[in-house]
């Protein structure tokens, strides 16, 4: 069956702090996106990614990066969390398009303290 | 980024009754995917209707487009307690451009 893990279900980071999330597939899929969800805001686009080392920004790329060096894995990092990071982290992967169903993890719920 | 809305934004209903729930866009779309999520949890994905569909079933769920007023519907007949989530809907424009997401409407379905 489809799956995309995450590595970790819930996370507390201090502010300054250099966070990892990482993301698995093990679906052959081209490509993965990372969001985010706040309450009252609903799933906003951080960055995606449409094959292995290629990147594009999403609507809120600010403050975060990313990293594909394999197929797939799809990591975010926030280079100096910041309170305002504090949120839930969704990763999802698409077969070949990236308008296709998308699969998602189960989620980061990341707090930055 | 041009964003669907769902209305209503929370829905409370008795199990075994229908859910409609609704979503609108802005411009012209690719197709429109429905998704799930359970609380904390990722998201599902449901069904998805392109944009030269009319109606779309899968099991309990019933999908439908209507392009020339920029709106969708998704029903839930009989609907269980275990229906209860998020659901969201989720567009694009054109192309291979990324879905992007409704803020989503929360159902809950009491027994």
Excluded at chain 1, 2 to 22: A, D, H, M, N
Excluded at chain 1, 32 to 53: A, C, E, H, N, T
Excluded at chain 1, 70 to 97: G, H, P, V
């Amino acid at each position: 069956d489809v799956k995309v893990t995450q590595s970790s279900r819930y996370l507390v980071k201090r502010t300054g702090e250099k966070v990892f999330l990482e993301c698995v597939q093990d679906m052959d899929h081209e490509n993965m996106f990372w969001y985010r969800q706040d309450p009252g805001l609903g799933l906003r686009l951080i960055y995606f990614s449409y094959d292995v080392k290629m990147k594009e920004k999403g609507d809120i790329p600010e403050g975060y990066s990313v990293s594909r060096e394999k197929k797939e894995r799809f990591s975010l990092i926030l280079e100096s969390a910041s309170t305002n990071q504090t949120s839930m982290y969704l990763c999802a992967s698409s077969l070949w398009d990236t308008n296709e169903k998308l699969f998602f993890g189960s989620g980061t719920q990341l707090s930055v303290l | 980024s041009q964003q669907g809305e769902e209305d209503p934004q929370a829905l409370s209903i008795q199990e075994g009754e229908n859910a409609t729930m609704n979503c609108s866009y802005k411009t012209s779309i690719n197709n429109l995917q429905w998704y799930r999520q359970n609380s904390g949890r990722g998201l599902v994905h449901l069904i998805l209707i392109r944009s030269n569909e009319r109606e779309k079933h899968s099991g309990r769920l019933r999908v439908t487009l209507d392009t020339s007023k920029k709106s969708s519907s998704l029903l839930i007949t009989a609907s269980r307690a275990a229906d209860t989530a998020s659901y969201f809907c989720a567009t694009v424009n054109s192309g291979n451009t990324p879905l992007v997401f409704g803020k989503g409407t929360r159902l809950s379905v009491i027994a």
